[in-house]
């Protein structure tokens, strides 16, 4: 009875650990140069990603907006305490990808936040659909970045 009491809360830990971490993965589409992204989950469909594109990009994809452009209010936790930032993000011509940041080095403050988080929650204002708002764990957050930012 102990075994199987450890086994399943080794499981429910390893599941829970699984959904909370960046992870890294190599690109090689065979015409490209090879390159790295990152991307953390929310244990449903939406997930957040870093891809160095001319610049570190910052989105969140696996939602769906109405509209072309739509306002994001991005609060990270650092320490206990709210760091808060919004922007105009452009969104993908499928509607599922808001684009937070183009560069997310092209902010520094920004960027530590990001690295130093232990969670976000992004809010996607959408006018003309409804306001949306999904949350992350940050476990992993630097390496993530400094994988992707050097190839």
């Known amino acids: 009875m102990k075994k199987l009491l450890l086994a399943l809360v080794t499981v ?10 960046w992870i890294v993965q190599k690109v090689d589409n065979g015409f490209d140069t090879p390159y790295k992204i990152a991307f953390t989950h929310d244990d ?3 997930y ?22 739509v306002s994001v209010d991005v609060s990270f936790t650092v320490n206990g305490d709210y760091k808060k ?7 993908s011509d ?6 937070i ?20 929650k992004i809010r996607i204002n959408d006018t003309v659909c409804d306001t949306e708002i999904y949350e992350f764990k940050m476990n ?3 390496a993530a ?5 050097n190839p």
Not at 54 to 69: D, L, R
Not at 85 to 91: E, I, K, L, P, R
């Open 48 to 69: 957040l990603k870093l891809e160095n594109y001319k610049g570190i990009a910052f989105y969140i994809s696996g939602v769906y907006v109405c509209e072309e452009s």
């Open 44 to 46: 449903q469909s939406a």
């Open 101 to 120: 940041s183009d560069d997310i080095t092209a902010n520094p403050e920004l960027l530590e936040d990001f690295k130093n988080a232990s969670s976000v």
């Open 12 to 21: 429910t830990l390893f599941t829970f650990n699984s959904f909370s971490q």
């Open 145 to 149: 970045f400094y994988a992707v930012s």
């Open 140 to 142: 992993g957050s630097t």
């Open 94 to 99: 499928n509607r599922k990808t808001v684009f």
């Open 85 to 91: 930032y919004s922007a105009v993000a452009s969104v």
